[in-house]
């Protein structure tokens, strides 16, 4: 049965929206399984450029179905705005389901995340609210889509919920939450998704056993997962493929393809070790103008080094990835010189090939290969694997041998037509 799921492999910002608006093409069903609004994926297409932060990036695809799973958790201002945008393009958006069981994140969310950040000892959210919704999940006070539905039951989850936030508040010493204003503005969002938000079960259950094409949509990056990401570094949830059924509403068998998307180079927003990490040098500024790294979500600019395969092989690992997309390499055009990371050494002078947990990852040296470059604008212009200069095909082919991943795709700029398949073995 034909499930794919497409994941960051690095620490979020690969690409992945421009992988799944071109994979969409052939899917009958697109899942975001997990995350909020707290990091884009960019497609770009013939309807303009989106930068898409809840709607699966297959919604552009008129015969595929899109939900935002059960793994999700949702600002509802946020999706309004950009169906809103989708819509003025002339999508047609009415495939777009709600899962509802999916989390809520409330406006006292995105209020205690920005009082959390500005301590001592911030992780470098976008401050979306998504820790303190997904925290509320975890802790059983959390409100979920299909609460929206039902007036009864919305108040007397809303209640105990609002009085466990004013307990926060109060302790930054501010007003607190009303909770019957809370109330009326949870109304209006249900007034507005109620032809949206729905049991997902029999949808995917129906697709799966119908084999039709499912693809699952992740955000971030295994880098930043909850669990074997850089804690306490990470997002608030699993971006892992591992996470990617339950999310979704599948049973863990049904993954039979699990691409991860990559990055020619290394790029992180947010606070934590990221050994490649070039600071403000001018491989990092070059990186930085070329490539647009700056957040699709909040605009701020991204850390910038050499591509690591340590952590790319841990993360293959982890997602079990039986395919990989290089994207941006274009970006790469006219260096003279390109490094690619293989190993870290330990304060201590030891040598290592795998990623140590987040103390001892702040103090790794990164090992470097040197790699020649290849001429500006090269890779930009191809059209196909042999299109490529000998260089690039020689530092994509390095990449393939350290990861042990077959490239399925190598993207050298934003639009459709510019992804080619990769390397014919």
């Not at 009082?115 to 409100?143: F, N, Q, V």
């Not at 795998?354 to 702040?362: L, N, Q, R, W």
Request: charge should be negative; hydrophobic fraction near 40%; aromatic fraction near 8%.
């Amino acid at each position: 049965m034909p499930v794919t799921a497409v994941v960051g492999a690095q620490w979020g910002d690969e690409g992945k929206g421009r992988v799944v608006d071109a994979l969409a093409e052939k899917m009958d069903l697109v899942i975001r399984f997990q995350g909020g609004d707290n990091a884009g994926h960019t497609v770009v297409n013939h309807y303009g450029t989106f930068k898409l932060h809840l709607v699966p990036s297959g919604i552009f695809t008129s015969t595929a179905q899109c939900l935002i799973g059960t793994g999700c958790v949702v600002y509802p201002p946020a999706l309004f705005e950009e169906l809103a945008a989708i819509e003025a393009a002339g999508v047609d958006t009415s495939r777009l389901y709600v899962s509802d069981r999916a989390q809520i994140v409330m406006p006292y969310h995105r209020q205690l995340d920005s009082l959390h950040e500005s301590g001592g000892a911030a992780l470098g959210t976008t401050k979306r609210g998504i820790g303190p919704a997904y925290s509320d999940k975890s802790a059983r006070r959390g409100l979920r889509m299909g609460d929206l539905l039902r007036p009864d039951w919305l108040q007397s989850r809303l209640t105990k919920a609002v009085e466990h936030a004013n307990i926060e508040l109060k302790y930054y010493d501010q007003k607190p939450i009303d909770v019957q204003e809370m109330l009326e503005v949870c109304q209006a969002w249900g007034e507005k998704l109620q032809d949206r938000i729905i049991n997902p079960l029999p949808m995917v259950r129906q697709a799966y056993e119908q084999n039709a094409n499912i693809l699952l949509e992740g955000q971030l990056a295994a880098m930043r997962d909850l669990d074997w990401g850089t804690y306490p570094y990470v997002t608030s949830s699993n971006p892992t493929a591992t996470f990617a059924p339950v999310g979704a509403g599948l049973p863990p068998q049904a993954l039979t393809q699990v691409i991860g998307v990559v990055k020619a180079y290394t790029t992180a927003v947010g606070a934590g070790p990221v050994p490649t990490d070039q600071g403000d040098n001018d491989t990092a500024e070059r990186l930085r103008e070329k490539g647009g790294e700056y957040g699709a979500t909040t605009g701020r600019p991204r850390r910038c080094g050499w591509l690591d395969t340590v952590n790319l092989n841990y993360v293959a690992y982890l997602n079990g990835f039986t395919d990989i997309v290089i994207t941006k390499l274009d970006v790469l055009d006219g260096m003279p010189e390109l490094k690619i990371c293989t190993g870290y050494r330990l304060a201590d002078g030891t040598l290592i090939d795998y990623v140590p947990d987040t103390p001892i990852y702040e103090t790794v040296e990164p090992i470097y290969e040197s790699w020649p470059g290849w001429p500006d604008n090269a890779a930009r212009t191809a059209k196909s694997w042999s299109d490529l200069p000998a260089a690039a095909q020689n530092y994509l082919t390095r990449i393939q041998e350290l990861v042990g991943v077959p490239i399925k795709f190598v993207s050298v700029g934003p639009e459709r037509e510019a992804m080619f398949e990769g390397k014919i073995n």
